[in-house]
């Protein structure tokens, strides 16, 4: 919990930076190019996040790698404060803070739809287009399979489930077959 209010604050303060510089959707990109590497690559990880390695070392490698990405100032800056600090392990938290800040400004919100079976296309860009004109925003949502559902869809998006797979059903036609 405190980990994510951190995050979001670093993640505010980088995203203030882009909206007034109108680069806040190249931040976020850049942010995206460094987790890949990072993630990517254990041992770079383990080099910036661990404090066993001298400070002089981690900051020679995060400034080599930021060079060869092109990583702009206020993300320079960013990672360089992070690694000070010691708090390279918020990085994943920051860019998911700084994600849902982006997705926030240009009316966008994103979900999950749990499926059974692999759905076609036009049904995820249907439901998406429901789910947009009720919330007011472009719905983007990650289409994951449960078999568990035995059918139907259940979909979080937004703060908010929707569960009309059959197991839900079952359920509560079990809760109103025990009540009677």
């Known amino acids: 919990m405190i980990q994510q209010s951190i995050a979001r604050s670093y993640a505010k303060g980088l995203f203030a930076a882009g909206v007034k510089d109108g680069r806040y959707t190249d931040y976020l990109r850049q942010m995206k190019e460094i987790l890949e ?17 001298e400070m002089s070392k981690r900051k020679e490698l995060l400034s080599g790698f930021m060079s060869a990405l092109d990583v702009s100032p206020p993300v320079a800056a960013l990672l360089g404060l992070l690694l000070e600090r010691d708090r390279m392990t ?11 800040l982006v997705d926030d400004k240009e009316g966008r919100v994103k979900g999950t739809m749990y499926s059974a079976y692999p759905l076609p296309d036009n049904t995820k860009v249907r439901i998406e287009e429901a789910l947009g004109e009720r919330l007011n925003r472009k719905v983007e949502l990650h289409i994951e399979e449960d078999k568990e559902l035995i059918g139907g869809l259940k979909v979080i998006v937004g703060g908010m489930r929707i569960d009309g797979s059959v197991k839900r059903q079952l359920e509560l036609l079990n809760e109103s077959m025990m009540k009677e």
Do not use: S
């Open 37 to 53: 590497i990072v993630n990517g690559a254990p041992r770079i990880r383990k080099a910036l996040v661990l404090p066993l390695f």
């Open 90 to 100: 918020y990085l994943v938290a920051i860019h998911d803070a700084y994600e849902q």
